[in-house]
């Protein structure tokens, strides 16, 4: 029997190394973001990556908020992460974290190097420790504050801690090597002085960690294995391996593994651009359905599975590139297909009357929610002689290989009756306000009588009982035509990112609760709206258009 072969990815590769190795004799992963935005659809990858691997190892995942920037922090992003997460379906258990509670030991690791020779308090100024740090192509400077001896070191961090100093004034440096050919390695900053309130100690610091001396202690002191990380650390990665083994604490200190980022075709991922939307009020908020924002994708209709599915399908590589916002849109399409009814909305309505059709009558026309999906049942819609049908599904003079409605042509209303086009009615400047049909008797449900076939299907809905509903159709924020940023870098904005309209619906659609999806046949997959909906007055977000060009890639 041929064995199923099983790609695996190169960070799957690396982890069953080390366990053949007995480097770990178990997996337990991390995510960590930095409380200072909303999560993104790059940080859905990160987080999926993370806890898949954990669940595919038997192993601990850990959230963590890297929490040790108090300048840019906020509770209302811890609340909405924690949210975004749960949402995705990573389940952290009992592992949360804040790397803020790890202060003081981090303090006392600071504390081991100075005593080994390791680190020493700067007094040298910003401007000057960068000018002695040298360039890509220039050696850096010895510090002069580095031959300082140990106890002045450990009097004047004592002094740094205590609040001697004022902003800028010390810094704790790590000694390494002034020559390193990796920049990073010439005497990294490990603590500054910040006389900042923290949303979590309070007034209790006013010195501060650095990322790169923070990270790798979070990482150990919690038991990470792998610590996965996008590819602009890499070049740091000298400096965490630094961390964990000089401060000497740890038996199996944890590894670093980068990938590339997801970047996305025209779409905006970075927490700062979407931050400047938001802020510059350009969106209405960060879930704005917009935006890739988790919560935005949220808002917008897109589910757990679908942004599961895409993160599987974008596969984890060490080498950046895009990739098409067309796949995402897949995804979703995919996923709701057979899960959700087909239901008739019209979105841009104009009057059909069937000349034939008795006045008073309503019919109750029994259509199936899902010709793919049986489990879904069916419902009854109201049929009148008055409806409702897209305005471009008629034209008076077609062109060609126009298949709709048109004088002297017949087509199926869809599940309901054959009708043939008599004639339309028009107002001073020429539009179309009415259109005359007369229909089949014979041919309810949509079926043809005789065996004679019609090319044009459409939707419609009966007039007197239709629901009026707010349509809300989006395009990408940023033009795709032009590219995602203008020449001074501002964004290349595309005004007709949203655009509002009032649709007329089948009656049941009206007792839509928020955030319930549905397909409108041939208008796409619909959301409700889960903040601007109300009770009977549904309002629905486009998440998708039916059709695509996409094709998965190979
Ligand atoms: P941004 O670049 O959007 O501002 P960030 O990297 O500053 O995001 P963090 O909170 O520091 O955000 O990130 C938390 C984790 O998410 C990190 O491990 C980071 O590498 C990962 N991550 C961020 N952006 C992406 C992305 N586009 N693709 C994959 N992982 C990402
Ligand atoms: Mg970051």
Known sequence: MAEEIISRNFIENEIDKDLAEGVYDHVCTRFPPEPNGYLHI???KSILLNYGL???YNGE???RFDDTNPTKEKTEFVDSIKADIEWLGADWGEHLYFASDYFDRMYEVALVLIKKGKAYVSDLSPEQIREYRGTLTEPGKEDPNASKSVEENLAEFEDMKNGKYEDGQRVLRARIDMKSPNINMRDPILYRVAHLTHHNTGDKWCIYPMYDFAHPLEDAFEGITHS???????DHRPLYDWVVRECGMFENPPRQIEFAKLYLTNVVTGKRYIKKLVEEGIVDGWDDPRLVSIAGLKRRGYTPESIQKFVELCGVSKANSSTDYAMLEYCIREDLKTRVSRMMAVLDPVELVIDNYPDDKTEMLEVPNNLENEALGSREVPFSKHLFIERDDFME???????????????RLMNAYFVTCTSCEKDENGNVTRIHCTYDPESRGGNSPDGRKVKGTIHWVSAETAGDVTVRLYENIVDEEKGVYNEDGSLNLNPDSLKVCSAKVEPSLLEAKPLSSYQFVRNGFFTTDMHDSKEGVPVFNRIVSLKSSFKLPK
């Open 42 to 44: 790059g940080h859905a």
């Open 54 to 56: 954990s669940k595919e």
């Open 61 to 63: 995942f850990h959230m």
């Open 228 to 234: 996965i990380c996008t590819l602009e650390f890499e």
């Open 397 to 411: 003079e077609p062109v060609k290989k126009y298949f709709r409605m048109f004088p002297g042509n017949e087509v």
